[in-house]
């Protein structure tokens, strides 16, 4: 990954930009911190920052996500249920990567953060079941509020598409090996893909 600073100097933005200088003195600082970032992710999946290391230590999960996408990008429109950071993961790589590759093909995301049920009644009022997906996810596997959102559009997508075709609507994202969700993706034979307890 790298990080382009060009909007960062004064020479550049004005009064609000830092100073060349300014940055310079911070790069012991920035070097000391770097390298604790890069000690806490070594150890694998079980290091205390395995999630800067996923793509080496989880490559066979790679072909499974790969798969998933292309099952997803067949839908005009995805909800996107979870709280907190399985919002703000999801939000924060889809909106990096339709900033550098901007793509009208894609589904449109509707993230689902709250039990707010105007907003969850309009989606499935203005949405066909058979052009929407949705992805669930909850690190727990056992967030109420996400399991909530999860039970009504997973009803909608049943009675709308029939139970065997709505399977084909719906991705877990959840623990690997506990929690409602696991439970529920192994029981009914749901797609899933696992976060790992570190991360």
Known sequence: ?????????????????????????????????????????????????????????????LASIEAMAAQIRRFEDVAVIGIGGSSLGAKAVHHAMTAVRPDSSAPALHFLENIDSYRLHTLLQNRKAEKTGAICI??????????????????????????????????????PASGWLRELAGRENLPSLPVPPKV
Do not use: C
């Open 138 to 175: 909850s690190k727990s596997g056992g967030t109420v509020e996400t399991a909530i959102q999860y039970l009504i559009l997973r009803d909608w997508f049943e009675k709308e598409l029939g139970k065997e075709k709505a399977r084909t609507h719906q991705w877990l994202v959840t623990d």
């Open 1 to 61: 990954m790298q990080i382009d600073t060009a909007r960062l100097y004064r020479n550049d933005i004005g009064a609000e930009g830092i100073a060349a200088t300014e940055l310079d003195e911070l790069a012991p600082e920035l070097r000391r911190v770097h390298q604790t970032v890069v000690a806490k992710s070594r150890g694998g999946i079980d290091a205390e920052f395995a999630s800067l290391n996923l793509h080496v230590v989880m490559p066979d999960s």
